[in-house]
Structure formats: C-alpha cells, structure tokens
C-alpha cells in the first residue's frame, strides 16, 4: 500500500482526535476490541506529564531517559480498512527517522490490557519494556527503543 506520511499540523487536530475517539475504549465497538484500542482518552492537551515525570526513574542501555534525549510517541490509531498492510511499520519508520535526529530514545506507552498492541510494539517494530506502571486505575508497559538501532523498525 502506498501512502504519504507527514508531520501533522496543528490544523489537522481535530481530525487525529476524530480517528482517536473511534478506537478508544469508550466507543468502540465490543468486536473491534480484539484488534487493538486506545485507552487513553486525549484532548488537545495530551496527558504525558506523568510519564515524563518518570523518566528519570529508570535507564535504557545505561543511560537515564530524560525530557531531552527522549520523545513520546504515540498513541498511534490505524483505521480497520488499512489494518495489516504495513501502516504501522510506515509511521514508525517515519517518526523514528524524522525524530532520531533529536532525540536518541523513543518511549511509548500500551496499556496491558491491549495484547494486539503489545505484540505489534514487540515483534513488529522492536520495542522493550522497561518497566509497567498504573496511571487512572489502569496498567500500562512503558517501551522503550533506541533510533540508532535498527532493531527497532
């Protein structure tokens, strides 16, 4: 499939927010759960302070993850109709080349609950856990991956 990528505008908000509320847990649809969800309601202020509060808790390859050697990324939504067809890889390839030059580390967020996407961060672009965490109630694995490292995607 081919697609175009590119860094999102503020103008487009409304529209990510829009996909995003389609596959958060809250709307959608029982039988559409077991391919992955969003469990995180955002606004257009997402909620990341807490984690990033606590980056400096923990290291990655020896080194402690801060707010400048590190980007969260993420919550990503990939509509059902394009599901399986390489999407994933694409985004992620293209945050990771577009942010490395920045940021040495990547660090995500999935909730436990949603094993889809645990395993398409695993084993489809290369991310480890570094540690779990509750935030709301909920648990989450917190991911993390080197952009220099090929292994990640």
Avoid: W
Avoid at 99 to 123: C, D, G, I, P, W
Avoid at 134 to 149: F, I, P, S, W
């Amino acid at each position: 499939m081919n697609i175009e990528l590119k860094i999102a505008e503020i103008s487009e908000i409304d529209d990510i927010l829009k996909l995003h509320s389609k596959y958060q847990i809250d709307s959608i649809k029982q039988e559409d759960k077991a391919d992955g969800f969003v469990t995180t309601a955002f606004t257009k202020e997402p909620m990341f302070a807490f984690m990033m509060a606590g980056l400096s808790d923990f290291e990655y390859e020896g080194q402690i993850l801060t707010v400048e050697n590190s980007y969260q990324y993420g919550p990503v939504c990939i509509d059902k109709s394009v599901r399986g067809s390489g999407v994933l890889e694409q985004i992620f390839a293209f945050a990771k080349q577009h942010m490395a030059q920045r940021f040495q580390f990547l660090v995500t967020f999935v909730n436990t609950m949603n094993e889809r996407s645990y395993q398409a961060h695993k084993r489809k672009l290369g991310l480890h856990v570094v540690q779990q965490f509750d935030y709301n109630g909920k648990r989450y694995y917190e991911m993390v991956c080197n952009t220099a490292n090929s292994e990640c995607c």
